[in-house]
């Protein structure tokens, strides 16, 4: 089946220091890419829509300028979070659509931030 | 808010036992999916009904739909320990390219 793999699983940083998360389609090209952030014990509220060669829809209160999303090719996109600060520590998984069809999504393992 | 509500929010039972959890929304759907989350890891999909269906099967889960009360029921039968996980419902709206995820029910499952 459809494989998206999201790197790296964890990540330590200082505040007011950028991380950046790849997030590729390993065995299919994906147009379109979803972004996911998810707080403990809850559940996951997009972020934004990331499309292939074009800029991303980004959802209602998400900064568009602290959260930066580049999806260069059809099998990589990427989100880097810009002057990390403590509450931005999350989980943030990337997704994208099962090429079998249906709106089927298809999850990265997800990337923990913790921001010190 | 489009996010949809599920409950329990958990759920402890024993192994051999069946769980049950609900999901409610609030909009048209297009389809309505479950996905299962271990805990610190991603999601995988796990069924999909669409919105002219009312039941479907897939190994030990069954999966209802009533859209006049815009609710669905995940059923796992004969639970097992490695069924601990987490489960969310995700709607598909009407003219919408995006899932929007349920609140999520968590179940642990004791040996």
């Known amino acids: 089946g459809a494989v998206v793999s999201q790197h790296p699983s964890w990540v330590i940083c200082k505040s007011g220091t950028s991380v950046k998360i790849e997030c590729r389609s390993l065995?299919?090209?994906?147009?379109?890419m979803f972004w996911y952030r998810q707080f403990p014990k809850q559940s996951l509220m997009l972020m934004a829509t990331?499309?292939?060669?074009?800029?991303?829809?980004?959802e209602q209160g998400v900064e568009k300028d602290k959260f930066l999303i580049n999806h260069a090719s059809l099998t990589l996109s990427t989100l880097t979070v810009t002057s990390a600060h403590p509450e931005d520590s999350s989980f943030y998984i990337c997704?994208?659509?099962?090429?079998?069809?249906?709106?089927?999504?298809?999850f990265g393992a997800g990337s923990r931030l913790t921001v010190l | 808010s489009q996010q949809g509500e599920e409950d329990p929010q958990a759920l402890s039972i024993q192994e051999g036992e069946n769980a049950t959890m609900n999901c409610s929304y609030k909009t048209s759907i297009n389809n309505l999916q479950w996905y299962r989350q271990n805990s610190g890891r991603g999601l995988v999909h796990l069924i999909l009904?669409?919105?002219?269906?009312r039941e479907k099967h897939s190994g030990r889960l069954r999966v209802t739909l009533d859209t006049s009360k815009k609710s669905s029921s995940l059923l796992i039968t004969a639970s097992r320990a490695a069924d601990t996980a987490s489960y969310f419902c995700?709607?598909?709206?009407?003219?919408?390219?995006?899932?929007?995820f349920g609140t999520g029910t968590r179940l642990l499952v004791s040996p």
């Open positions: 995700a709607t598909d709206a009407h003219g919408f390219q995006k899932l929007v």
């Open positions: 009904i669409r919105s002219n269906e």
């Open positions: 990331s499309n292939e060669g074009s800029k991303a829809t980004y």
């Open positions: 997704s994208a659509r099962d090429p079998a069809g249906a709106n089927v999504l298809t």
């Open positions: 065995d299919f090209q994906a147009t379109t």
